[in-house]
């Protein structure tokens, strides 16, 4: 008789089993050993992938092992994989470039870091791979559509702009390869993959633009089975057993408790007395914006040094790595977020790096800055990433899981931490962090309203604009992610509240013992996990303290 797998091994094998089901994925964050492949998107692949992730599940529920903190994760991430599988996206999310597979192999894989012999050779090797893989995934759109899962008629025609976008570029990989390999690239994006694009783009208009779902059925629920579906994809993000229905009151519940302190701190700032008068000030006001990038750029270095000098008032361990700020390159700004973070190098060869787009500068929201700056660096998630690093300890799972609960929960709480560390500079960058949190208690609102309850587009639409500063543009395009990519966007305001909530319990346990401090090391000490699995963390932390 074998013995049992420990929970380190039981982390390493579904570390190996999420690579192979997003395997550029894995290469970006340096997983190594499927460098050369692309996603199987067959059902064979899948099932074989389904039974590998379902046996490591039940292994890890039944162990014995002592680490349950590790075991907790292994749990959720395999039930994730599953989630994903059982969700069939593949064959209905069409455009979103993060999340839909054809337009994600055209973002990602342009991003590689190819560095020696050995990495090159991979990377053609992928390049060969692609007509196969456009191959599969048009027939998952065929399956999608006599199945009764159609995607959303508008997201069909997106995808085939995004696709057409990507064949009018003369270069479309721009990595820098040795004589003999780059003519080689060129070679078989021109011969095998660029017809195979247009192939792909040819169904796309041919075969799936008119075949799917109007504005007015965008959600999952108009989906056979898509109830059961969305629940589980929101399980997955919030990492909670909170409900579909639940999640939606708690985004109403949110919004109007916001209106209170939009009306207050408006107040003092404006002269205004409403929620929604303040929201179109910020919306419309030109002073509003920044001058020029100087201006925005000064503004987020001293936010980052002001809350870097505060941190250890609040903080046990910093990260050893520093955080820097920079603009977005100037190539990526035209298409690039207002603001993103990049980790430290593992052997601390770079810092962290805070990324503050300056492209048009001019139109760009000033009162957000100090909650970006907040948010993506320091105290959000510089701290949490470079510390997770530093947890050389524990499995690879344990630093790199991706848990969009526990990884932008902690940055919104940074953002309302930084309120309470007393490091926003004026009223106005205040009422930025008002206006960031409204989009994302407004997302609980929304996703649920489409996926769950059947709203129209419209009503999603109607309803940022209500509630939200986004301007239009934002509304579309954030419209258009809740659609393709349902549940995720709940995970951002739910694991802020279960964090909050956490803290809150061990307040009342401890009493003048609390240290917040000590809350901090516990949260951060233990890398990205389920909010479930933290919370058990933090009350047994809470309780040895007492």
């Known amino acids: 008789m074998t013995d049992a797998p420990t929970a380190a091994a039981l982390a390493d094998d579904l570390l190996d089993a999420q690579a192979v089901e997003m395997p550029v994925v894995a290469t970006l964050v340096g997983i190594p050993g499927h460098d050369r492949d692309l996603p199987d998107l067959t059902l064979p692949a899948q099932a074989r992938l389904r039974e590998r992730v379902t046996a490591i599940l039940e292994q890890a529920r039944t162990s014995s092992d002592d680490d349950r903190v590790t075991l907790g994760l292994v749990v959720h991430q395999a039930e994730a994989i599953l989630a994903r599988l059982d969700a069939r996206m593949e064959e209905f999310v069409l455009a979103d470039p993060m999340d839909a597979q054809g337009a994600k192999m055209l973002s990602f894989l342009p991003q590689l870091n190819i560095n020696g012999e050995q990495a090159e050779q991979d990377f053609l090797a992928r390049l060969a791979g692609l007509p196969a893989f456009y191959e599969t995934l048009a027939q998952r759109h065929r399956d999608g559509i006599a199945g009764g899962r159609a995607p959303v008629d508008r997201m069909a025609r997106k995808a085939v702009a995004f696709v057409d976008r990507f064949l009018e570029q003369d270069s479309p990989f721009p990595q820098r390869l040795c004589a003999e390999h780059a003519a080689e690239r060129d070679r078989v994006y021109t011969e095998q993959v660029r017809p195979a694009l247009r192939a792909y783009r040819d169904v796309l208009a041919d075969e799936v633009v008119g075949k799917g779902r109007d504005d007015d059925h965008p959600g999952l629920c108009h989906l056979e089975g898509g109830q059961e579906v969305y629940a589980a994809l929101a399980r997955m993000h919030t990492t909670t057993a909170l409900t579909p229905r639940e999640l939606h009151d708690i985004g109403l519940d949110v919004i109007a408790k916001l209106d209170e302190e939009y009306r207050e701190i408006g107040g003092r700032e404006f002269g205004l007395h409403t929620a929604a008068e303040v929201q179109e000030r910020l919306r419309t006001d030109p002073a509003m914006r920044w001058r020029d990038a100087d201006e925005l750029l000064t503004s987020a270095r001293a936010a980052v040094v002001r809350a870097t000098e505060a941190a250890k008032q609040w903080f046990k361990r910093v990260p050893k790595a520093e955080c820097v ?120 609102v929304v996703d649920t309203g489409i996926h769950a309850l059947g709203w129209t587009r419209q009503q999603c639409v109607d309803y940022l604009r209500a509630h939200t500063v986004m301007n239009e543009t934002e509304v579309q395009s954030e419209t258009d992610r ?43 000490s233990t890398g990205p996990l389920p909010m479930s699995v933290l919370a058990d963390v933090v009350a047994q932390w809470a309780e040895a303290q007492a």
Not at 337 to 358: E, W
């Open 325 to 444: 700020v920079e603009p977005v390159p100037e190539a990526d700004g035209p298409v690039a977020s207002g603001a993103y973070y990049y980790p430290p190098a593992l052997d601390g060869s770079k810092p962290g790096t805070f990324f503050a787009n300056t492209y048009r500068a001019e139109t760009r929201d000033k009162f957000i800055a100090e909650s970006l700056a907040f948010h993506e660096a320091v105290p959000g998630h510089h701290f949490q990433i470079a510390l997770a690093q530093e947890m050389t300890d524990v499995p690879m799972l344990r630093r790199l899981a991706e848990v969009t609960a526990h990884a932008e929960g902690w940055a919104l709480y940074a953002e309302r931490l930084a309120d309470e560390m007393g490091l926003f500079s004026n009223d106005l960058m205040r009422l930025g962090m008002l206006a960031e949190d409204s989009m994302r208690a407004a997302r609980l």
């Open 482 to 524: 809740y659609i393709e990519c349902p549940g995720q966007a709940l995970a951002y305001m739910v694991g802020r509240l279960e964090l909050q909530r956490m803290r809150r319990a061990a307040e009342a346990k401890l009493g003048e013992k609390f240290d917040v401090k000590d809350f901090h090391d516990v949260v951060l």
